[in-house]
């Protein structure tokens, strides 16, 4: 039977966390034929041995690149990306893990009978070993219950949330054919979590299964949970600002509106004693020289709690202003 699907897991550096992730995926319960491809960025850590041993164990189900030196995680996933050759496609970090054997069935058949979707996603629980910088809520769903009024999600519902969603990256099964990954210019448009969902979202509509089906772990080593909050930050504005230029401003307004509610929360949230201020250089806001309040009918008043936090939001604001298309 011809595969339908391509299950991404990437990895570096995850020997504590990679086999219960392929075990995770190997234990669905599906009609649908898939393929696992494992994409490690040259471990040192004893991880490479175990997927070459599960590589071997499962000759036709599971296929291993190994590289031989460390490319960085964008190489590694944008490699993962351009190796599919199957109608769908989902990657997975291989120290987060699924939680149910339902997943892939559940989601490849919402597809199926949703040609109109580009996407289908699903909730997620946080599993926190440690992360250095934020503090975060153990065990909860990521994503608050929330009542759609159908499982088909348009851009124009999303827009209406006036508290942000997103999904995690590795809650989400692709239409393959959505990545266009020819036409993108910046590799961060579909390889950044938040960047890839608006992403998505320009090429089709998404299907929301409001189930938990799979975790996300925050170890404190990996590329986020390890990073000092400015920096998470500095990557998210990058990410999302090369989205606005690549989908040529269709999402500028809900973009803006992530930026402002991100920066505000990791502010708040931040256990980093370094002042933001040092992130960039920019002009010197503070709430007396604010003339206008509201950007993309936010009220700014309402969400700014730091003057730090004020030069954040105008940052991430002027520069997307100066980039609309």
Request: glycine content about 4%; overall charge neutral; proline content about 2%.
């Amino acid at each position: 039977m011809k595969n339908i699907c391509t299950v991404l897991l990437v990895t570096y550096n995850h020997a504590p966390y990679v086999a219960k992730c392929i075990e995770s995926v190997l234990s669905q319960k599906t009609k649908y034929s898939f393929v696992i491809k494992i994409f490690d960025d040259a471990s040192t850590d004893g991880s490479s041995d175990i997927i070459k041993e599960y590589a071997c164990k499962y000759p036709d189900k599971i296929q291993a690149f190994i590289s031989p030196k460390n490319q960085g995680a964008q190489t590694n996933i944008w490699n993962a990306y351009k190796s599919v050759d199957t109608k769908y496609c989902i990657l997975t970090e291989t120290d987060d893990y699924w939680c149910s054997d339902l997943k892939l069935e559940s989601q490849i058949s919402a597809l199926e009978n949703n040609p109109d979707c580009s996407f289908c996603s699903t909730n997620n629980l946080v599993e926190v070993i440690e992360d250095k910088y934020l503090s975060h809520k153990n065990g909860q769903p990521e994503i608050k219950p929330r009542t759609f009024s159908s499982n088909i999600i348009t851009y124009e519902d999303i827009e209406k949330i006036p508290c942000g969603f997103l999904t995690h990256i590795s809650s989400r099964l692709i239409r393959t054919s959505s990545l266009n990954i020819e036409e993108i210019k910046h590799k961060e448009s579909i390889l950044f979590d938040a960047s890839q969902f608006f992403y998505l979202l320009t090429k089709g509509n998404m299907y929301w299964i409001d189930k938990i089906f799979s975790v996300y772990v925050k170890t404190g080593t990996g590329v986020c949970s390890s990073a000092v909050a400015s920096n998470r930050l500095s990557a998210y504005w990058r990410a999302m600002i090369d989205l606005n230029e690549d989908t040529k401003g269709v999402c500028w307004g809900k973009i803006a509106e992530q930026l402002c509610l991100v920066s505000t929360v990791w502010v708040n949230l931040s256990k980093e004693k370094k002042t933001f201020s040092t992130l960039i250089p920019f002009q010197r806001f503070s709430k007396d020289n604010i003339e206008q309040k509201k950007f993309f009918g936010i009220d700014l008043t309402k969400i700014i709690e730091t003057e730090d936090t004020i030069k954040i939001l105008f940052l991430g604001l002027t520069i997307f202003k100066i980039r609309k298309t």
